[in-house]
């Protein structure tokens, strides 16, 4: 059987600050578990799985959440193959900018760029401290269903929960991204799936 050369990805992670991206990449790259929050700036990560008999090499670049680093990100969105964005259940105010901040942004540098959801911390969404505090602000933990629907509105190719604290769902998030294909380019000599304007 001959060996086949693995398949290169490029994936890029998005959401508000403290949302739980770095943790989640964390916890499927090297299995550990921050436990505290850093800001991160910019980091990249190598990951080479295994899906469908098909190695795939997922390039991860993490980015910066935080309004400060708005000019900054748009440059790691050359040749991107899949976006994941992020939100974090304890957070609503997280999702509401999954729609007013992340989908325009992305959509904006990368148009034809499928997109996957995640909700991180799913740990939170029953933790009696964390309703309590968001009770404090008449908010709630954010429901699956809640998740799903802005997924839908954003036209993500799939949604998922994870928790990185206790490892659920992070490995089908990857899994998925590296299994997404490219849609068809209508233009002839568009080979980059994103442009930096």
């Known amino acids: 059987m001959a060996h086949r050369e693995a398949i290169r990805k490029k994936l890029v992670i998005v959401g508000d600050g403290a949302c739980g991206k770095t943790s989640l990449l964390v916890r499927f790259c090297k299995d550990d578990w921050l436990g505290i929050?850093?800001?991160?700036?910019?980091?990249?990560y190598v990951a080479d799985i295994e899906v469908d008999g098909q190695?795939?090499?997922?390039?991860?670049?993490?980015?910066?959440?935080?309004?400060?680093?708005?000019?900054?990100?748009?440059?790691?969105?050359?040749?991107?193959?899949?976006?994941?964005?992020?939100?974090?259940?304890?957070?609503?105010?997280?999702?509401?900018?999954?729609?007013?901040?992340?989908?325009?942004?992305?959509?904006?540098?990368?148009?034809?760029?499928p997109i996957l959801l995640a909700a991180?911390?799913?740990?939170?969404?029953?933790?009696?401290?964390k309703i309590e505090e968001l009770a404090r602000t008449k908010q709630t933990p954010v429901s699956y269903e809640q998740g799903r629907a802005i997924a839908e509105q954003i036209g993500a190719a799939a949604y998922y929960e994870c928790s990185a604290l206790n490892r659920e769902g992070v490995p089908e998030i990857f899994q998925a991204a590296a299994r997404l294909k490219l849609p068809r380019s209508s233009t002839p000599n568009n080979n980059c799936p994103c442009a930096i304007i």
Do not use: H
Not at 37 to 44: L, Q
Not at 57 to 81: F, H, M, V
């Open 37 to 44: 929050y850093v800001p991160t700036v910019f980091e990249t």
């Open 120 to 129: 991180c911390k799913k740990d939170l969404r029953n933790n009696a401290e």
């Open 55 to 113: 190695q795939v090499e997922l390039a991860l670049w993490d980015t910066a959440g935080q309004e400060d680093y708005d000019r900054l990100r748009p440059l790691s969105y050359p040749d991107t193959d899949v976006i994941l964005m992020c939100f974090a259940i304890d957070s609503p105010d997280t999702l509401e900018n999954i729609s007013e901040k992340w989908y325009p942004e992305v959509r904006n540098y990368c148009p034809n760029v």
